[in-house]
């Protein structure tokens, strides 16, 4: 049993967690990490193979409680709906799936989550999400938690290797390393687009300054931080193609 509750407590790869605001002060919000509940159910089945089973049972009028079982050892918790629109669109879901995560929480599955060193970060309250400078100071945090506690296990931090082989992604697509291979592959093909000769110059600056100076290389950069820089250079090439088209037409 220690051994499997060793396992499950495992951090979930830097590729399977989101963040959401949660209190909002003007431009800046409190920052809380979260991973979609198809991670915590296939970290189960890598875990425990068929050992595992949840059931649920209504607790008032709002919420739920799930009641977990691996191994024989049942450890159980409890959801809500915590606005009125979730009460009225998808309470169930909602109550259910927060249910289960702090169920799993018992187990030590995803308990990280809650005591991860984050604070306030930057805000667009007009998109309701957090800045992109933001995000990647996030992810880097991630990253390197990751990185930290796989090298304390002794294992691998390779950031493009499946964590398990069974986790999917947060929007569902369950193919890690195919969706980062192409975006590596699109990174480099716009990079030699725009800087020629210089691309592998501008790579690696561009990558120290994303990372926050722990790597000049794009493939130890997590997905999101790639797809930042490639963001980035979207932009830079729309304004030389305007540059362009003005010079043109004077």
């Not at 169930?92 to 984050?118: D, H, I, N, S």
């Not at 999400?129 to 990647?136: C, E, G, I, M, P």
């Not at 997905?223 to 362009?244: D, F, H, N, V, W």
Request: aromatic share 8%; charged share 25%; glycine share 10%.
């Amino acid at each position: 049993m220690n051994d499997l509750l060793k396992a499950l407590s495992k951090p979930f790869h830097p590729s399977h967690v989101s963040w959401k605001p949660g209190a909002v002060k003007g431009e800046r919000a409190l920052a809380l990490a979260y991973a979609d509940l198809r991670a915590y159910m296939n970290r189960l089945d890598d875990v425990c193979g068929g050992d595992w089973s949840v059931t649920y049972e209504p607790w008032g009028e709002n919420r739920i409680i799930c009641k977990l079982t691996i191994a024989g050892i049942t450890r159980s918790s409890t959801g809500e709906s915590s606005s009125e629109s979730e009460r009225s669109e998808i309470g169930g879901t909602v109550a259910e799936a927060q249910a289960m995560k702090r169920a799993c929480a018992m187990f030590g599955l995803g308990r990280y989550l809650y005591t991860l060193p984050t604070g306030w970060a930057d805000y667009d309250p007009k998109t309701k999400q957090f800045t992109a400078q933001a995000k990647a100071k996030l992810t880097n945090m991630l990253v390197q938690h990751y990185r930290r506690a796989n090298e304390s296990e002794g294992e691998p931090a390779d950031l493009f290797a499946e964590q398990q082989s069974g986790e999917t992604s947060n929007d569902g697509s369950g193919d890690d390393g195919s969706e980062l291979a192409a975006s590596l592959d699109r990174f480099n093909a716009m990079g030699k687009d725009l800087y020629g000769d210089q691309w592998e110059q501008v790579c690696r600056r561009n990558v120290n300054r994303i990372s926050g100076g722990t790597t000049q290389e794009s493939g130890e950069l997590a997905p999101a931080q790639i797809e930042q820089l490639i963001a980035g250079m979207l932009k830079l090439k729309e304004r030389k193609t305007a540059r362009s088209h003005m010079a043109v037409a004077a």
